[in-house]
């Protein structure tokens, strides 16, 4: 049974004041009992990431007249983009809905709704009978991305021990990886089988019941239990019992003793900065609030503009240029990616919570920027040395899936006030899918505008500005509370 005390709190409040010195009392838990807690809204990420793994060769058999089975298959540029991006569409309306409905609903109930639309979606579109259901379905399913990506971090960052909180969401990003990668895996597998594609697409099926029959099995989060009895929409006593009970399933406590005095700091923790108001939505951009919207939202724009989407797709034409060819090469090379960035994402897991966010993203971000240039002048002045370009793109998807890809979800899924922390990670989540929507669609005609290497060249400089906005803004948060962190903005 791990026991590990978290520092004390520094010291903190509203959006404006400050309040009383707090020390966390130790947290005690066994491991076995915080793992499923963790498990069924990580299945949220992976299905996110085996939409984008199976989309990849779901296309290609889609417009294959030989294995598409369909008689639509001769599919349009914009066709096929509605597909690709169908689903990102859906996941930005899913997070503009979150905005509204995430604090009425709670996070558990929130991933049971994501869980439904993710086997609503995966279904209509594995049995799509004609171009527009399948869009329907694909919009449906991005839905349950943008509700499961808002939630699913803040169920694990409120109900996970501090001592292991940053692992376990830094663990959901291991999960959009698999994902990632079993998608390219089912790819490889039906990509030349009839209708391959919609297998590809009902594989995800059963992930979804599991995930909705596993958060019906799960407790509320504690502490927005208490959130809700702070702000008059219960009788507190009746809900600190409740949230004690929820909490001792949680950590595998036997007893409600062992649990209580951590009950007891969250609901004088909320007295003292006047959580018991309801959230408005002008406090999101005031005080201390603020400094955790230019934190997560910057964390997360950051992550798309320093061009992820871009060098991902990108990554085809380098391998080509290093002598892989073919589609059979290009669906390997896909898997090998994936478990790089698979084996990247783990080695973050482990270290989160001993080296801390900051080290990480530091040092991932400066190996990010430098295989930008690196890429840069492979396109400008090195044409003839694709190894350089091999390089950079195997430099840049280690280094990325070490910094930017888990823990930017980690840190907004921290930084937020609890009565704000709903609305304010949609807004954060909202900035993570429309800046990819950005770097997407914006990419070729800046392509053609300046040239491939000037490109790479710019997102290497936003890279280089990133490192200063995580050495100047981003705090470190290893160790902490939510309650700490919160006081400590």
Known sequence: MADKSPAAIRGGGDCEGTAPLLLAPH????????????????????????????????????????FSGTTWYNLSSLQTGLVVSGSLYGALIGSILAFNIADFLGRRRELIVSSVSYLIGALLTAAAPNFPIMVVGRFLYGIGIGLAMHAAPMYIAETAPSQIRGMLISLKEFFIVLGMLLGYIAGNLFVEVVSGWRYMYAT?????????????????????????????????????????RCLCQLRGQASPDLVSEQVNLIVDELSYVDQGRQAGFGEIFQGKCLKAMIIGCGLVFFQQVTGQPSVLYYAATILQSAGFSGASDATRVSILLGLLKLIMTGVAVLVVDRLGRRPLLIGGVSGIALSLFLLSSYYTLLKDAPYVAVIALLLYVGC??????????????EVFPLRLRGRGLSIAVLVNFASNALVTFAFSPLEDLIGTGILFSGFGVIAVASLGFIFCIVPETKGLTLEEIEASL
């Open 27 to 66: 947290e005690r838990y066994r491991r076995s009992a915080a793992v499923l807690p963790f498990l069924f809204p990580a299945l949220g990420g992976l299905l996110y990431g085996y939409d984008i793994g199976a989309t990849s060769g779901a296309t290609i058999a889609l417009k294959s007249s030989t």
């Open 204 to 244: 995800s099926t059963p992930l979804c019941v599991i995930m909705g029959v596993g958060m019906c099995w799960l407790p509320a989060s504690p502490r927005w239990l208490l959130l809700c009895a702070i702000q008059g929409k219960g009788n507190l006593n009746e809900t600190k019992e409740n949230a004690t």
């Open 400 to 413: 990325y899936q070490l910094s930017f890809g888990p823990i930017g979800w980690l840190m907004i899924s």
